[in-house]
C-alpha cells in the first residue's frame, strides 16, 4: 500500500505540474493574441512610425501557419498601398501628429504605381507643413522613390543610394530542355507574346526585346521625371549615366557620393537620426534611450483612424496576383474565390463597383470567370469602373473588358492582348533511356495527348486551334468593350505589352487616375452628387487576424534578411527572387494549366512570384541530375 500511495503523489504530481503547464501557456497565448493586436491607446502627440520593413503590395496576403512553422520564419511582411496612403493623409490633418517617421532599412520593395501614390501622399503631409523623414542604411530604386518625397532623407555612413533602374534579364531553358530531351510543345498567338520564350529559346528574341525596350523604356522616363520633380537637387543623371566615375569621385564612399548628387541629404547613424527627429516632435517620455522621440506607430494608428461607413457603399474588388483556377488568395487572384466574392454581394444595394486589377493574368478560364460575375452586376445596371495599378495585362486586361470606364497611371503596365499553352511532352527522353510506346488507334485521337509517346499531328492541329479561337474570343471582348474592329484590336494586340500612356492613347485605357478617381466617377456615375455621403467597401477584405502573432513567436524573414542591409546586401536579397522566379517558370511547364493568358514582362509586385508548389523545380533538377 505504501508503494501505490508513493505511485499516486507521482501521479498527482505529474498531474499538477501538466495543469501548470498547460495554464500559464495558455496565459502566455492570451497575452500573445492581445499584444499582437493593434491598440488605438497607443497613439499619442509626437511622430507617425511607419518601419516599413516588407513589400508594399495591392492586397495582403495571408499567412500560411503550417508552412510558416515548417520554414521556422514568417515570410515578409506586406502592406497594403491603400493603407499607407490612408494613414499619410490622416496624419496631414491630425493635430496630434507633428511629423512622419519612414524607417525603410527593411524595405523590399513595391510597384512603381504604389510608389508613385505613397510619394505624393507624403507630399501632401509637408503640404500641411509637417516635415517626413526617411532613413534607411541602403537606397534602391524603389526607396529612391519614397525618399525624394521626404523634407530629409537619411543614410548610414557605411551604406548609400544607388539607381538602378529597369531591366535586368530572364532565364530562358532552351538548352536544358534539350540535354533532357523534354520537348516543350508551345501553343500561342501573338508576336510579341514572350511568356513561352524561356522554353523555346537561349535568349530573347527581337520582336519581345523591341517590345520590352519600348515599355521599360517608357517606365524610366516616367520614373526619372516623378523623382525628379519631387526631389529637384537629385542628380540622377549623374548617377546613372556613368555610375562607377560617380562613385569614384568618393573614393568609393557609397554615403558620401550619394551625399554629393543629392540621393541623400545627411549622412549619420540611426541614433543621430533619432536625435534629429526629437528636436521636430519631442523626446519619448516612456524612453530614455538615446535617439528615442515621441512617436506612434503605424498599426495602432490606422486601427485609430478608421474610415467613415457613412452614406452608400461602393463596392470594391480586387484581382490581385497571378490569376489561378480555384479559391487561391488573398494575394493571389482565385477565379472561384473572387467570382464567389461578386456573385454573394450582388443584392447588397451597391451604388457601384470598382474592380481594382493588379495583375499579370494567368489562366483564362479564371480570368473569365471573373468576368462573367463583374457582368452580372451590368446587368443590373450597377455603373462599373476598372482602376489599374501597376499592372492588368493579359487575363488581367481580359477581365477589365466587363467595366464601363478603364482608369490607369501612365506608370501602369497593361495590354499583352495574346494567349499561350506549354504541354512538355518525353517521347525522345524515353527513347534514350530505352522505353519506347505502340498500341492501336481506332481515330487520330485515341490516347492522345500521350506525353511519352507523342503527339499525332491532328491532336496538334487541334491543340493550336484551340490557342486561336481562345485569342478570337480575347479579340471579340476587347473590341465589343473599347468599341473598336476586331482587326484594329489585333493591331495593338499580338501579346504586346504597352505603358499607362501609350495605352491610353490606343484606346485601351480610358482615363488617367487611381483608385480614388475610379470611385468618385463610380459614385457620380450612380447619381451620387457632390456632397452626398458614400464610402467603398472592399469584398473580402481580411478581419483581424493571427498574422502579428505568428510574426511575433517566429520573426519575419525580410526582418532578418533585410534589418541593417548595405548594398551588398540588398544584392543578396536578389537570391530569393531568382529562386522564386525559377521555380515559378519550372511550374509553368510541368504544372497543370489550361490556356494562359499571362504576361512574362509583367510583375505585379517587388514581391518574388510564387510557384504554387516547388514540386516541379525539384523534379527539373533531378532529371538534370540523373544526366
Excluded at 486561336?468 to 493591331?491: E, I
Aim: with cysteine; hydrophobic share 45%.
Amino acid at each position: 500500500m505504501a508503494f501505490v500511495g508513493k505511485v499516486w503523489k507521482v501521479l498527482v504530481g505529474i498531474k499538477d505540474g501538466l495543469v501548470l503547464i498547460f495554464m500559464l501557456l495558455f496565459f502566455l497565448m492570451l497575452f500573445s493574441i492581445l499584444s499582437a493586436s493593434p491598440n488605438p491607446g497607443q497613439v499619442r502627440e509626437g511622430a507617425l512610425f511607419m518601419d516599413i520593413s516588407g513589400y508594399v503590395v495591392e492586397e495582403r496576403a495571408a499567412i500560411d501557419p503550417f508552412a510558416a512553422l515548417l520554414a521556422g520564419e514568417a515570410p515578409p511582411v506586406e502592406y497594403q498601398a491603400r493603407d499607407l496612403v490612408r494613414a499619410l493623409d490622416e496624419a496631414a490633418g491630425d493635430e496630434r501628429i507633428k511629423a512622419v517617421v519612414m524607417d525603410l532599412s527593411t524595405f523590399l520593395g513595391g510597384g512603381q504605381v504604389h510608389m508613385q501614390e505613397i510619394g505624393e501622399a507624403m507630399d501632401r503631409v509637408r503640404m500641411a507643413d509637417k516635415p517626413v523623414f526617411t532613413y534607411a542604411v541602403a537606397y534602391g530604386d524603389d526607396h529612391m522613390h519614397l525618399a525624394a518625397h521626404a523634407s530629409e532623407v537619411w543614410a548610414d555612413p557605411l551604406g548609400g543610394a544607388v539607381i538602378a533602374g529597369p531591366g535586368g534579364n530572364n532565364l530562358y531553358f532552351a538548352g536544358l530542355l534539350d540535354r533532357l530531351n523534354i520537348n516543350a510543345r508551345i501553343y500561342r498567338v501573338g508576336t510579341f507574346k514572350a511568356a513561352v520564350e524561356p522554353y523555346s529559346r537561349s535568349s530573347m528574341s527581337d520582336e519581345a526585346r523591341e517590345n520590352i525596350a519600348a515599355l521599360y523604356g517608357a517606365m524610366w522616363e516616367e520614373y526619372k521625371a516623378n523623382v525628379k520633380k519631387a526631389r529637384p537637387a537629385l542628380d540622377i543623371d549623374r548617377v546613372t549615366s556613368d555610375p562607377v566615375a560617380w562613385v569614384e569621385e568618393s573614393q568609393g564612399d557609397l554615403a558620401e557620393a550619394a551625399l554629393a548628387a543629392g540621393l541623400v541629404d545627411k549622412v549619420g547613424d540611426y541614433v543621430e537620426f533619432g536625435t534629429r527627429v526629437a528636436e521636430v516632435v519631442g523626446k519619448d517620455s516612456w524612453d530614455d534611450t538615446p535617439g528615442s522621440y515621441a512617436k506612434s506607430d503605424l498599426q495602432p494608428y490606422l486601427a485609430d483612424t478608421v474610415p467613415s461607413q457613412n452614406g452608400k457603399a461602393i463596392g470594391v474588388i480586387t484581382v490581385a496576383g497571378e490569376i489561378v483556377d480555384g479559391d487561391a488568395g488573398p494575394g493571389t487572384a482565385g477565379g472561384t474565390r473572387i467570382a464567389d466574392l461578386l456573385n454573394a454581394s450582388l443584392n447588397e444595394d451597391f451604388a457601384a463597383l470598382v474592380v481594382r486589377v493588379n495583375s499579370p493574368g494567368g489562366s483564362v478560364l479564371a480570368s473569365e470567370e471573373i468576368r462573367r460575375a463583374i457582368e452580372r452586376y451590368r446587368a443590373k445596371d450597377i455603373p462599373v469602373a476598372i482602376s489599374f495599378a501597376n499592372v492588368a495585362a493579359s487575363g488581367g486586361y481580359w477581365v477589365a473588358t466587363a467595366g464601363d470606364r478603364i482608369f490607369a497611371q501612365p506608370e501602369t503596365v497593361t495590354g499583352s492582348i495574346g494567349v499561350f499553352a506549354v504541354l512538355p511532352t518525353f517521347e525522345d527522353a524515353g527513347r534514350e533511356i530505352g522505353v519506347t510506346a505502340d498500341g492501336f488507334r481506332t481515330t487520330p485521337l485515341s490516347g492522345q495527348p500521350d506525353l511519352i509517346g507523342g503527339f499525332t499531328p491532328e491532336i496538334d492541329s487541334i491543340l493550336q486551334a484551340s490557342i486561336s479561337d481562345t485569342y478570337a474570343d480575347f479579340l471579340a471582348r476587347v473590341s465589343q468593350a473599347r468599341g473598336k474592329s476586331p482587326a484594329d484590336v489585333d493591331t495593338i494586340a499580338q501579346g504586346r505589352v504597352w505603358d499607362g500612356g501609350s495605352a491610353r492613347q490606343l484606346g485601351l485605357v480610358d482615363q488617367f487616375g487611381g483608385l480614388d478617381t475610379a470611385l468618385e466617377w463610380a459614385a457620380k456615375e450612380a447619381g451620387l452628387e457632390e456632397g452626398d455621403e458614400w464610402h467603398p467597401q472592399f469584398l473580402g477584405e481580411q478581419v483581424a487576424n493571427y498574422d502579428s502573432l505568428i510574426r511575433q513567436l517566429l520573426g519575419s524573414s525580410s526582418e532578418q534578411t533585410g534589418r541593417n542591409s548595405d548594398l551588398f546586401g540588398m544584392a543578396a536579397q536578389q537570391q530569393d527572387r531568382t529562386l522564386a522566379r525559377l521555380a515559378a517558370d519550372a511550374e509553368m511547364l510541368a504544372g497543370t494549366r489550361g490556356i494562359q493568358a499571362y504576361c512574362l514582362e509583367c510583375p505585379t509586385d517587388a514581391r518574388p512570384v510564387r510557384a504554387r508548389s516547388t514540386a516541379s523545380l525539384i523534379q527539373v533538377f533531378q532529371a538534370l541530375l540523373a544526366k
